[in-house]
């Protein structure tokens, strides 16, 4: 954990590759194996999805990788000679180094993660759609750590519920940065904070960090003060200019000297980043959508779909990836038009979205030069101006930071700089677009409690359960084919609600299952039996002396048992041979006495 720009993606990168890093010293077995999800997936662009899943140097990822590409050619061609032989030396192969079992769980992950489509181009996906590829490349390596930079960014809740239970499952390590609480809350044991280029280690998950934090800051807090007192007392001591200069004296001078230094250099911990912009008035009409329709090739993102907006909403939108969240946030802002009907705008809105993707940020502009460049600055609430130095400093940007260049912030920073250049422009009405990617928990919690207060409209889209429960009162669920359900309950509330119903179908369609097979075992039981066949006679005849036959065997093998000449591994042979014996005696009885009930 750690705020953006604190060095957490940097330190994974050191972790992985050693000469990122300045001085480190690692003590690990030579066999010890990492795999690494990066925020940036680094796939080739010509690959198929399932090449790229199986890009290790393995032998069985080799084997299945070949076993694919020939599956796919032998389902084109399957008349093809050459094609047939390939494809059926190739399942003799995964036969024989028992790599099915591999592929179907890989098969499975993709499932879970949403990637369907395994002949797609990488190139032909949607960033989010690499993400998770990468996410599934990295699962599969049956490594001994694992290292995941944000890997519930671009999943929606059921993938990020999947992902809980087989990380937590996981027999190796798992090391990762996330701002996702629940899934923080969930996932971890250990908590490791990058705070002022120190490293601080707490025990449990995210709950007891929260606790031993709060702790630490009221026993920081109070040093803190006793050290400013004590500063104060020698301070004034200094300044009274004691004449004698002796061993005592020199000692509080030094003192004295100690706290001066230890009060210059302390952590900036006590300073927290906040949000006190002023908003513009709004009226009590937002959006007013009458009869949507909006279609993508064959995708429906909404059906003459209408719905009423008002002051004061706090509106989460979630559902399933690819389902059209942001195509109707992109509608709302009016940068994509629709089919048919209308979406009309009151006329106070003044306008903030916060878009997936910065933009209109040079990379060669300084930080201050960027923010001047949206304003010269904006009202806190009470009515004051502050400059967009000020604006920059509230949000944990200092001096230096200040005159770098945007190309020098981490992901995280840019993020950051994007929402304040949003919220200074003082928006009544604001749209959130997936706003937990890639912002620290830190910056998120100042951001929910700035939305707690705000007087104006909200809606966010969104998988973070956590944001959700916090921010929205009503939630719009996209199901997809512009499919839209309006609930009312929290986002935890209403996942429990579906969860319950897909029980409920599952149980019903099991029931239903059990009744048809037993009416269809009713229909297809034979008639009652009433004497051997011919052939059951036959077998009846035989089967007494094949038991028999096989008493005299088992006699002979427990004496052999029983004679202490045979050595240890004849014996092991002999009860070996015993135990096969006895199996095939058990049946052969079985058999015997359900037929003699007939004769």
């Known amino acids: 954990m750690g705020l953006n720009g604190t060095g957490k993606t940097t330190l994974l990168d050191g972790i992985v590759n050693n000469s990122d890093l300045n001085t480190i010293e690692v003590e690990k077995p030579k066999d010890y194996k990492i795999s690494y999800l990066k925020q940036q997936p680094d796939l080739d662009e010509n690959s198929s999805v399932i090449d790229a899943v199986f890009n290790g140097s393995g032998e069985k990822f080799q084997l299945i990788r070949q076993y694919e590409n020939s599956l796919a050619k032998f389902n084109a061609n399957s008349t093809d000679q050459k094609i047939q032989n390939d494809f059926f030396k190739l399942q003799e192969k995964m036969n024989a180094a028992e790599a099915w079992q591999m592929e179907s769980d890989v098969k499975s992950i993709l499932n879970k993660l949403g990637i369907t489509e395994l002949d797609k181009k990488i190139k032909e996906l949607s960033g989010g759609q690499q993400r998770r590829v990468a996410l599934a490349q990295t699962l599969i390596s049956e490594a001994d750590l694992l290292i995941l930079d944000e890997p519930t960014n671009h999943l929606d809740y059921e993938a990020i519920d999947w992902l809980q239970t087989y990380l937590s499952k996981y027999k190796g390590s798992v090391l990762f940065v996330t701002h996702d609480r629940y899934f923080l809350n969930e996932v971890a044991t250990r908590i490791f904070e990058l705070e002022n280029r120190n490293v601080t280690e707490y025990d449990g998950n995210y709950e007891k960090y929260l606790q031993q934090k709060a702790a630490n800051e009221e026993i920081y807090a109070s040093e803190q003060h006793h050290k400013t007192q004590l500063y104060k007392q020698e301070l004034n001591w200094m300044r009274a200019g004691v004449k004698a200069r002796g061993t005592k004296q020199q000692a509080r001078k030094d003192r004295f000297n100690d706290l001066k230094e230890d009060l210059q250099n302390k952590p900036d911990v006590q300073k927290e980043m906040s949000i006190d912009i002023a908003q513009q008035r709004l009226g009590n009409d937002v959006f007013d959508i009458k009869d949507a329709s909006l279609k993508f090739s064959k995708h429906v993102i909404l059906d003459d779909f ?22 109707f946030l992109n509608t709302i802002a009016q940068q994509i038009p629709l089919d048919s009907g209308e979406i009309k705008t009151g006329q106070t809105v003044r306008l903030g979205y916060y878009t997936q ?162 009416e269809k075992e009713a229909q297809n039981k034979p008639a009652e039996k009433t004497k051997l066949t011919y052939a059951e006679q036959m077998e009846f005849d035989k089967l007494e002396p094949q038991i028999e036959k096989l008493d005299d065997e088992m006699a002979k093998l427990k004496e052999q048992l029983n004679d202490p000449k045979n050595g240890y591994e004849d014996l092991m042979d002999f009860q070996r041979q015993l135990d096969e014996k006895t199996a095939e005696s058990d049946k052969l009885m079985d058999r015997w006495e359900y037929l003699g009930q007939y004769i």
């Open 306 to 327: 209408s719905y009423l907006v008002t002051k004061g909403d706090r509106i989460g939108i979630t559902g399933a990836n690819g389902s059209g969240k942001t195509t």
């Open 357 to 518: 993707h910065t933009r209109d940020m040079d990379p060669d502009k300084r930080v201050i030069r960027y923010l001047e460049s949206i304003g010269q600055g904006a009202k806190n609430t009470d009515g004051t101006h502050m400059s967009a130095s000020q604006m920059l400093d509230t949000f944990k940007f200092d001096h230096q930071m200040q005159g770098a260049f945007i190309r020098e912030l981490s992901g995280g920073e840019k993020r950051r700089l994007y929402l304040l250049a949003i919220l200074m422009d003082q928006p009544n009405v604001l749209l959130l677009d997936e706003p937990t990617n890639n912002l620290d928990i830190e910056t998120l919690t100042i951001l929910e409690n700035y939305l707690e207060n705000f007087k104006g409209t909200v809606m966010a889209v969104s998988h973070d359960r956590y944001f959700l429960d916090k921010v929205a009162h009503k939630l719009l669920i996209f199901e997809g084919q512009g499919d839209i359900e309006e609930s009312y309950d929290s986002y935890s509330g209403y996942l429990q609600k579906e969860t319950e119903k897909k029980q409920a179908q599952h149980h019903e369609v099991k029931t239903q299952k059990h009744v048809e097979a037993k």
